[in-house]
């Protein structure tokens, strides 16, 4: 929607005609304004269409997350680092299903940028390992399985590694 520094800029704004409508004693616009400000503050941190990329990704529409990620047109201007790593990241599921190859390049660009949850940087080693298995890179698999299950704490993604050493032993 907009770039990351007309967000800040818009919200520096709202904030300051909120501070006015304080002074003039209407505390209640006042209030709902600083709300309104607090979207746009949001927004710097969320980006509105991975979110909405997000959301059609776990109804499985990958059509529908692909058009919302096509909306980012320029996305080392309009989105912060861990943002970049979300929109990569996005990019590398999807493509994992028809190019291992492309999304082998969007994944370790992801893992490079940094994503802020650990279960999706776990997700992310996981995918790379299960890339580097098909490409018949074991020693690579390995490792990158092993950190993805140090970064799984809470063991959401146990029965998926489980599955990746059976197959890693019939190579």
Not at 30 to 57: S, V
Not at 89 to 112: C, D, P, R
């Amino acid at each position: 929607m907009f770039n990351k520094n007309i967000k800040l800029i818009l919200a520096v704004l709202i904030t300051i005609w909120a501070v006015y409508e304080f002074s003039q004693g209407h505390i209640g616009n006042g209030i709902a304004i600083l709300l309104l400000a607090g979207i746009f503050i949001l927004l710097y941190f969320k980006n509105e269409f991975i979110l909405l990329a997000f959301l059609q990704l776990r109804k499985q529409n990958f059509e529908g997350a692909t058009k919302w990620l096509a909306y980012i047109k320029n996305p080392e201007g309009a989105l912060t680092t861990k943002q970049q790593g979300y929109y990569n990241y996005l990019h590398g599921i999807m493509l994992s299903q028809t190019n291992i190859t492309q999304a082998e390049k969007f994944l370790k660009k992801a893992v490079k940028l940094g994503l802020s949850m650990d279960h999706d940087l776990a997700m992310a080693k996981l995918q790379l390992a299960g890339i580097a298995m098909t490409k018949r890179r074991k020693r690579e698999a390995t490792t990158l399985m092993n950190e993805a299950k140090k970064l799984d704490k809470h063991g959401m993604l146990k029965d998926q590694i489980q599955m990746l050493k059976q197959q890693m032993k019939k190579i």
